[in-house]
């Protein structure tokens, strides 16, 4: 069956009453509902909405208290196709993992919240304050006032999500097998399947890549590789004269070639022996969804400086084939959502600039306004955060088919 998820909009009359989402019923209704239930529920809000053609996904949220960087953050969420569908669909459901510390209740008032902005027909703002009583009972430091980093609070949210919908219930144990002697494409399937014994969700299946790692010994040559996945990518911004760079550019900072000595030196599995050596990042898994955040702040627990480098980042076809691990992948990238910060390290606000789904047009979400922006206003020096989908079917080698 097509994919429906650019075609449609929603209204409020065709918000799912046959899912209720009473926590105390939940592990009942989980155990009758089905996979072809929840697509039929779905189609018929699909057949509802050809009678109602008014564009939706275009609500506000409320700032409760410098939550900027919060709304900035479920703005670009609410805007990503598969992960709203999931939402709207009840699919989300089927997965909950009833054993988890916060019993899904994080996943499920993030699904309201999204049904809420894609079902409201009269587009007043929306009181995100249900949604940010889970978030703070799951993450304690995003208690209070105080203004919050927007990517932290993403990879935190992620998290959250991920462990509520998390389809494995009962960890395996850690293995300690030795990979070492296969072959690199070899060793990194083998480290991404070992992921997936633990960590297999739908936040994962749209998030999750894998990073491959390689370090060369400078003096006698040994060459050792590390598979790790990742949520997103935190790119250094690189500088230019011109005061203006490309995002390939920060890429090319990214993955060059680094030389560790010093007290950096690792230990060489040949030489046995502290050595000087060389380290290179690659991609070796991209993900369907890549997020990509602009190192504009110092590493320094106080940021005492912020990086307002113009970086020039494509809004269509960003082609990463010069960064991946494999020569015969081909990651092409569209852009769909921007999360900006303007200010200093002193203080500052967070909007959102995303690509409405079912219509194809820009928009600014600034808390509660959302207003049409053109595409050419999209790039600018406060772009933080980057959200970008996977545009062209590709094979990967990783892809396990899920009903």
């Known amino acids: 069956m097509p994919s429906l998820r650019h075609s449609y909009t929603l209204t409020a009359l065709e918000q799912p009453a046959a899912f209720p989402l009473d926590q ?9 509902l089905s996979r072809s ?20 996904g ?99 949210l992620l998290d959250g999500l991920h462990n509520d919908v998390n389809r494995v219930t009962v960890r395996p144990k850690v293995s300690i097998e030795d990979f070492d002697h296969l072959p690199e494409e070899e060793k990194g399937r083998r480290m991404w399947n070992m992921y997936l014994e633990r960590e297999d969700s739908k936040v994962v299946d749209l998030f ?3 990073l491959k790692s390689s370090l060369t010994c400078t003096v ?17 911004i690189a500088q230019k004269n011109s005061g203006e760079v490309t995002l390939k550019d920060c890429f090319r900072l990214f993955t060059k070639e680094d030389v ?6 690792p230990t060489c599995t040949r030489c046995k022996d502290r050595r000087k050596c060389t380290k290179r990042f690659s991609i070796q898994k991209f993900p369907q969804i890549l997020v990509l955040h602009l190192k504009r702040f110092s590493d320094s627990n106080i940021r005492a400086s912020k990086l307002s480098t113009y970086v020039n980042f494509p809004l269509k076809e960003l082609d990463l ?53 053109s595409s050419s206003q999209v790039r600018s020096s406060n772009a933080y955060v980057l959200f970008y989908e996977l545009a062209t079917p590709s094979h990967n080698k990783y892809q396990t088919c899920r009903l």
């Open 220 to 236: 006698c040559g040994f060459r050792s590789t590390a598979f790790d996945p990742f949520w997103d990518l935190s790119i250094p």
């Open 58 to 156: 275009l609500v506000g949220l409320k700032n409760l208290g410098n939550t900027c960087f919060m709304n900035s953050i479920l703005q670009c969420l609410s805007n990503t196709p598969e992960l709203r569908d999931y939402c709207l669909r009840n699919v989300h459901r089927l997965d909950l993992n009833n054993n988890c510390r916060t019993n899904a209740a994080l996943m499920e008032e993030f699904a309201k919240l999204t049904q809420s902005l894609w079902t409201s027909v009269n587009n007043e703002p929306i009181s995100p304050a249900d949604f940010r009583s889970q978030i703070q009972r799951y993450a304690p430091k995003f208690v209070g006032c105080n203004q919050q980093d927007a990517q932290e609070f993403l990879r935190c």
């Open 321 to 373: 084939r010069e960064f991946a691990s494999e020569s015969s992948e081909r990651p092409v990238y569209n852009l769909y959502a921007v999360s900006n910060h303007t200010g200093n390290t002193l203080g500052g606000h967070y909007t959102a600039y995303c690509r409405n789904p079912a219509l194809g047009e820009w928009y600014s979400y600034n808390d509660s306004r959302v207003s049409p922006m």
């Open 37 to 56: 239930m929840l697509m039929s529920s779905f189609m018929g809000l699909i057949i509802n909405q050809a009678k109602n053609k008014s564009p939706l």
């Open 208 to 210: 999750v890549g894998q």
């Open 24 to 32: 105390q019923d939940l592990r009942r209704k989980n155990k009758s």
């Open 260 to 265: 560790l000595d010093g007290e950096e030196r």
